[in-house]
């Protein structure tokens, strides 16, 4: 059955482009290891909650976007063989490729699919 990660950070507004470059070239990396497809979605109708809320949940500051984002895989053994991978790919070091955002308070798990119509 397939299988869901999915991740929610906060990137500053001044990085949009520089942050799609690196999920472009981070898309390759978890095709050629085994996703399916790789989604990555900004902010645009993200409204502020009062007792939680997606800009709360990633401690949104000003100037940040919140970005909304999936990647689907076959199944959780490829997930969990994949993801392994991607972990030791060199072209994702941070050291040699940083991610423009702050990865601290970026949140993330891996979802079973329970309804896909």
């Not at 645009?44 to 997606?54: A, C, H, I």
Request: hydrophobic share 45%; charged share 25%; glycine share 6%.
């Amino acid at each position: 059955m397939a299988y869901i990660d999915g991740f929610v950070l906060a990137v500053p507004i001044a990085n949009r482009e520089t942050y799609i470059k690196h999920a472009e070239a981070a898309a390759v990396v978890f095709k050629e290891h085994g996703a399916l497809k790789v989604v990555e979605c900004w902010e645009d109708d993200v409204p502020e909650g009062k007792v939680t809320s997606f800009p709360m949940a990633v401690k949104r500051q000003e100037g940040e976007a919140v970005v909304f984002a999936w990647i689907a895989w076959p199944s959780r053994q490829v997930r969990d063989e994949g993801m392994k991978a991607v972990m030791a790919d060199p072209r994702l070091n941070p050291e040699e490729t940083p991610m423009p955002f702050d990865g601290k308070r970026m949140i993330f798990g891996g979802f079973e699919i329970v309804l896909d119509a």
